[in-house]
């Protein structure tokens, strides 16, 4: 792990990782801490797997940049399929959710503070939470009926 210090710049090298790193396949780049509370980037990887529940974050902005693989990204009423070399904006207030046909690596940017709420995410899904009792006790996720 490299040690967070916002006031200067770094390098993380690879296979490192910043504090905290993120609780799921993948490593925190740059954290809201580390941008003064401005936004965070994590690179972080899937195997395949059917859709996540559709969900909308009321006080954060996403951006995914696919590394590798394939994603299906439901934007609002939008299907967007999307493989290496492409992005996918998921702004807050819309509600959205990702499908991995294959294995996917991929760049989460988010706005600051979106990196501290994944923590209670992972820890939903290492319960064994579905559906909407995934996000039951995430503050400003709600789950969205299909």
Wanted: contains cysteine; hydrophobic residues 40%.
């Amino acid at each position: 792990m490299t040690k967070s210090n916002s006031s200067r710049g770094y390098v993380v090298k690879a296979g490192a990782t910043r504090n905290p790193p993120m609780p799921q396949s993948g490593r925190s780049l740059v954290t809201t801490d580390d941008s003064n509370g401005a936004f965070m980037i994590a690179e972080a990887a899937s195997n395949a797997a059917g859709p996540s529940a559709l969900h909308v974050h009321h006080d954060h902005d996403e951006v995914m940049y696919v590394l590798e693989g394939e994603v299906i990204a439901t934007v609002g009423a939008k299907v967007h399929h999307l493989c290496a070399s492409e992005l996918v904006y998921l702004p807050k207030g819309v509600p959205h959710r990702l499908e991995f046909p294959t294995a996917a690596r991929w760049l989460l940017i988010g706005s600051g503070g979106y990196d501290l709420s994944r923590g209670e995410l992972f820890s939903a899904f290492a319960k064994g939470l579905k559906g909407a009792d995934v996000y039951a006790d995430i503050e400003n996720v709600d789950f969205v009926s299909d």
